[in-house]
């Protein structure tokens, strides 16, 4: 069975015509042309294909289309010039850049859903993506700096009128 569905796509509405069985990624990739989420091992394990629903990570090849209605969809190509994207090139926290986007949108959904992060929670999180290419130490890096802005920000005095 086909169906037209509108999705809620980085703050804008997108309309696809899809079958009842197509993946979240399938749509973004093949029919959006939002191409951030990449194809990895298509079960789950490697997160490649993360992207924000709500505000957390989901592997958007376990994910139905359809699934994704009515949710507020975040994909790499929505987190434009945010700290996490910066962190990562200070850091040189990627090589080839495959798995980079869904490191980025997790580690994001990290210091969003827990700005005082310990280094077992960014651990827990971190250990939902892998990375063929590169030691975990950068990535590590690149999300402790963010947390470390972001505290540092929130300790700072605010100018009061």
Known sequence: MIEKLTLDINGEQWVATVRMADTLLDVLREKLDLTGAKRGCENGDCGSCTVLADGLPVKSCMMLAVDAIGKKLTTIEGLQDT???????????????????????????????????????????????????????????????????????????????
């Not at 869904?102 to 859903?113: E, P, Y």
């Open 83 to 161: 700290p996490m994207q910066h962190a990562f090139v200070e850091k040189w926290a990627f090589q080839c850049g495959y798995c980079t986007s869904g490191f980025i949108m997790n580690a994001h959904a990290l210091v969003n859903q827990h700005p005082d992060a310990t280094d077992e929670i960014m651990e827990e999180w971190l250990s939902s993506n892998i990375c063929r290419c590169t030691s975990y130490q950068e990535i590590r890096e690149a999300v402790k700096s963010v947390l470390k802005e972001q505290r540092f920000d929130r300790k700072r005095p605010r100018n009061r009128r």
